[in-house]
């Protein structure tokens, strides 16, 4: 028999369809703070830090006019939270307010949160400030019908998840202790408890600088922003030496290289600004589509198109060359066949790789690639035949190509046995089904989330794939209205079960 009663859910999704309209505008509101973390320049990570903080105050703010607690924890993380009345520890809610740049064209500029056509567009609208107000306003619902929460409700709001950063996070552990049990709305309904394991692997190589043959000389190929998201870019320089015959030329290659790998897209080439005085310099942009780092097989990675051209190119230095093809053959098989772990988890998947990063010039080349390993694969494991296998392409090619070590290779496949944790697990499955009236199943992915970061985690939502896409890290993300009442419904059901005495 279900715990939640039809008159307590009419009652509280008809508390949550009151406050849609504050949490459709504060939702629009938090995504015109451009908190991009992982800044290169002190510009961009003093803007950073300046958006972070603006931010942080309309929080500040919001939580008091909600009748709720904000605290910040030294300045290391900051909490909104429902206290309890009981003793016992509570639920805590880990999740981000800092997003990945917003590359691509855009619909709409991505941090304008635009409201249209009944969808709230812009960075961070599913990953993860969308998901933050759900679960604020599911809080709030559930604080407006006058019940008393038994268990606390702390909502951690970490800063740097997209660059890696996790400390923040662990810090309210550190000082607070774990909550008895957590979930993360940073992936998919209707509950994760299975997730691949995560690691980046830097592949570097150098060689003497030499000249290639012709018209044309390779300067440079640049692509790529994050490890974690597959690039839509690549950008690739030659010196020309007769500029209109080597554009003629190069222009000529490119056609037939389209022609033979349909799914390749490029611009140019063009000219750009000299680079090296004597020669003039042309441009080549190759295009792909961008998706998260875990699903590479729902983007097309620009920098292996690049690299295939590249690597059979006269104006590449062989040395360079050698380095480009191994690249493109450890990489391009997705669920890791080139880097020998292609393994299969029959819960968590597949292994996935994912190139996500590369700068090459004509002396050294240096490639970060994203590994998702699967359940029964450690990352010291892929570290380790990386290892040997790049020392294996040395000997045979004679040029020094190597793994960049690492004190901390990744973090590990995790697991939540539902059986060991019966009365949480049930409860968030409840709350899903009463709410869309589908079978609450158990589910994996190859993305990782603050779910390693706690104990008794899981993921939980946002995205309903019977319903929606995962738009994360893509151009135009976006979060439709009617998805979003539908979360702040489902979180409200489910810390209703998980904190409140209402079960009959």
């Not at 900051?78 to 639920?91: A, F, H, N, R, Y």
């Not at 009236?437 to 970061?453: D, H, S, V």
Request: hydrophobic share 40%; charged share 25%; aromatic share 8%.
């Amino acid at each position: 028999m279900p715990a939640l009663s039809k008159e307590f859910q009419k009652r509280l999704f008809g508390q949550v369809e009151e406050l849609k309209g504050n949490l459709i505008k504060d939702t629009a509101k938090i995504i015109t703070y451009e908190t991009v973390s992982g800044g290169k320049t002190d510009e961009e990570r003093e803007k950073f830090n300046r958006e972070i903080g603006r931010l942080l105050d309309y929080l500040k703010n919001l939580a008091s006019r909600l009748g709720l607690v904000y605290r910040d924890l030294d300045g290391i993380v900051s909490v909104i939270e429902q206290p309890g009345t009981g003793d016992e520890k509570g639920l805590g809610i880990p999740l981000h307010i800092d997003v990945v740049p917003a590359t691509g064209e855009w619909k709409y500029p991505p941090f304008s949160g635009t409201v249209a056509d009944g969808i709230i567009w812009g960075r961070g609208a599913q990953d993860d400030k969308g998901p933050f107000m759900a679960c604020l306003y599911a809080l709030v619902a559930l604080k407006k019908m006058g019940l008393s929460f038994h268990r606390p409700v702390h909502i951690i709001m970490g800063r740097g998840e997209e660059v890696g950063e996790w400390s923040d996070v662990q810090y309210f552990i550190k000082k607070e202790s774990a909550p008895a049990f957590s979930f993360t709305p940073d992936a998919a309904f209707p509950v994760i408890n299975g997730e691949k394991g995560i690691m980046n692997l830097k592949i570097n190589s150098e060689w003497e600088p030499e000249e290639g043959g012709g018209d044309l000389q390779f300067l440079s190929l640049s692509a790529g922003v994050r490890t974690n998201v597959v690039p839509d870019l690549a950008t690739v320089t030659f010196a020309a030496k007769d500029k209109e015959r080597a554009m003629a030329e190069l222009a000529r290659e490119l056609s037939t290289f389209a022609a033979n790998n349909k799914e390749v897209r490029f611009s140019g080439p063009e000219v750009c600004e000299s680079r090296p005085p004597e020669a003039d310099c042309l441009k080549v942009t190759f295009h792909g589509k961008s998706a998260h780092g875990s699903l590479p097989q729902e983007g097309h990675n620009a920098i292996l198109d690049a690299l295939l051209f590249l690597s059979n190119h006269t104006s590449v230095p062989q040395p360079c060359r050698a380095y480009m093809d191994f690249l493109y053959r450890v990489c391009s098989p997705l669920f890791g066949e080139g880097l020998d772990i292609a393994i299969e988890h029959h819960f968590v998947g597949k292994t996935t790789v994912n190139l996500g990063i590369c700068n090459i010039n004509k002396k050294e080349g240096r490639a970060q690639v994203n590994i998702r390993p699967t359940l029964g694969l450690a990352c010291k494991e892929v570290a380790r035949r990386a290892i040997a296998l790049l020392k294996k392409e040395s000997a045979k090619t004679g040029v020094r190509m190597y793994v960049e070590e690492s004190k901390d290779w990744g973090r590990e496949a995790l697991f939540v046995d539902p059986e060991e944790n019966a009365f949480f697990i049930s409860s968030l499955q409840e709350a899903y089904q009463c709410v869309t009236g589908r079978e609450p199943k158990l589910q994996a992915i190859g993305g990782t989330t603050f779910a390693k970061a706690y104990p008794n985690c899981v993921s939980y939502g946002p995205v309903d794939y019977t319903e929606e896409k995962e738009l994360a890290h893509m151009t135009d993300e976006h979060v439709v209205i009617a998805h979003h009442v539908r979360n702040a419904k489902i979180y409200a059901a489910a810390m209703a079960l998980l904190v409140m005495d209402i079960r009959q």
